[in-house]
């Protein structure tokens, strides 16, 4: 079985007995951000770490611009043409065409919210909503339309699906309202909608930029795996836990700026280990988001090797 089939395997039927996957994520430099170098660059990270799928950096921003200042700006957000594109879509190719036959590959795919607030950086999108909600939510659709141009152009040259980051929940943003339910889980929805024929799909709640108080609201959000920190509020939970409150496998357990950052080897290995003593059956050993850019490859290796050789 290649890499291919044994995530297949994890997502819709039993895991391979003695193979727990694994896979971690990080940025590269600039300098490998963009055309052929992106694609040796990724490759080169896969085959050293020897992770079990090839997920994609989505490194193109969005032009810096005082663009939103008060609610009514929402209305000029862009609609970009599809050429906008081009050099995320040629670097998927590209590995489509090198990886592919081996290993099932990703592309990392940001919410529509976040790519607003590229363009709104800086202001209270909950006042703005209480103020004006309805070129906020123009805004949004707009952005959510731009997202789906770059799902539908990924999924022409063959990409096996998404990692799947959602944010807007989290405690700090829209705390004591219902804004996330009415304004931006419609977005993230909306795009899941066109992720639907895809092979692999992870979503990711994303705590990056702050914590959660209740991920409840994620729980019905479509995707094969689940990829999400383990500590919610005042709770933490095990990955059995966090499998049974999804309902399907779950992929983390580790915490990106803990020892897989900074640690010795058999700190690295007493760490996998310990959590993939708890995991459950049906688990992909990882990060709970993207892991500093300097952080060894050959620590990420030691933990997909712990990982790869252990037998619950």
């Known amino acids: 079985m290649n890499k291919r089939d044994v995530v297949l395997e994890l997502v819709h039927g039993e895991p391979r007995s003695g193979y727990v996957p694994s896979a971690f994520f990080l940025h590269f430099d600039p300098a490998y951000q963009r055309g052929q170098a992106a694609v040796n660059k990724h490759l080169e990270f896969f085959h050293h770490t020897g992770m079990d799928f090839v997920k994609i950096q989505y490194e193109q921003t969005q032009p810096r611009m005082e663009l939103v200042r008060k609610p009514e700006d929402w209305r000029r957000m862009p609609y970009y043409p599809q050429t906008y594109f081009d050099a995320t879509v040629a670097v998927v190719e590209g590995l489509v065409k090198a990886a592919q036959k081996d290993a099932l590959v990703i592309l990392t795919l940001y919410s529509p919210l976040m790519w607003a607030m590229q363009l709104a950086e800086g202001i209270d999108l909950a006042a703005h909503l209480r103020e004006n909600p309805d070129p906020v939510a123009k805004g949004l ?20 699906g998404f990692y799947v980051s959602t944010q807007g929940g989290e405690s700090f943003r829209l705390k004591g309202t219902d804004f996330f339910q009415r304004y931006i889980k419609p977005t993230d929805l909306a795009v899941w909608s066109e992720l639907t024929s895809c092979r692999f799909n992870v979503l990711h709640i994303c705590d990056y930029v702050g914590a959660y108080d209740d991920i409840t609201p994620f729980v019905d959000y479509p995707g094969d795996v689940v990829n999400c920190s383990l500590h919610v509020g005042d709770r933490t939970m095990s990955p059995q836990e966090a499998a049974d409150f999804f309902t399907r496998p779950f992929m983390g357990g580790m915490k990106r700026k803990g020892v897989i950052a900074t640690g010795k080897p058999g700190e690295i290995r007493e760490a996998a280990e310990a959590v993939l003593a708890v995991a459950p059956r049906r688990f992909m050993l990882a990060a709970d988001c993207t892991v500093p850019g300097d952080t060894s490859w050959d620590n990420l290796k030691i933990a997909i090797d712990t990982a ?5």
């Not at 659709?141 to 997202?147: G, L, S």
């Not at 790869?308 to 619950?312: A, K, S």
């Open 141 to 160: 659709e707009i952005m959510t339309e731009n997202v789906l141009n770059l799902v539908r152009r990924c999924k022409q040259v063959g990409v096996d």
């Open 308 to 312: 790869h050789q252990h037998h619950g």
